[in-house]
Nanobody
């Protein structure tokens, strides 16, 4: 089992930045690929970004490239999502997820993931 706890959400004005963090426990952190998803009211959960177990291979949703960056620290068992130039369309609950995959896999679909956090709310005001 893997437990995931997100933090860093909140209210931010359009154009601002936020850094989300997710702390993982229950399994050797380097054994799991990590990802971020989000779900806005009335919409389906969508992929945001993912990072491989080692070597830092990443994938970011095309619509978010240039504004969102994912990183991980295997010594601290954390994964972060740095978000910049936020706009009201980024308002959503952001979920951290963990996937048991091979070393360099960067899973990008919901079904790839085995464990989920409870989510953290991000609200961007105009």
């Amino acid at each position: 089992q893997v437990q995931l706890v997100e933090s860093g959400g909140g209210l931010v004005q359009a154009g601002g930045s936020l850094r989300l963090s997710c702390a993982a426990s229950g399994r050797t952190f380097s054994s799991i690929a990590m990802g971020w998803f989000r779900q806005a009211p009335g919409k389906e959960r969508e992929f945001v970004a993912a990072i491989s177990r080692i070597r830092g291979r990443t994938s970011v949703a095309d619509s978010l490239k240039g504004r969102f960056t994912i990183s991980r620290d295997n010594t601290k068992n954390t994964v972060a999502l740095q978000m910049s130039s936020l706009n009201p369309e980024d308002t959503a609950v952001y979920y951290c997820a963990a996937a048991q995959r091979d070393l360099f896999s960067v899973p990008v679909t919901i079904n790839d993931y085995d464990y989920w956090g409870q989510g953290t709310q991000v609200t961007v005001s105009s």
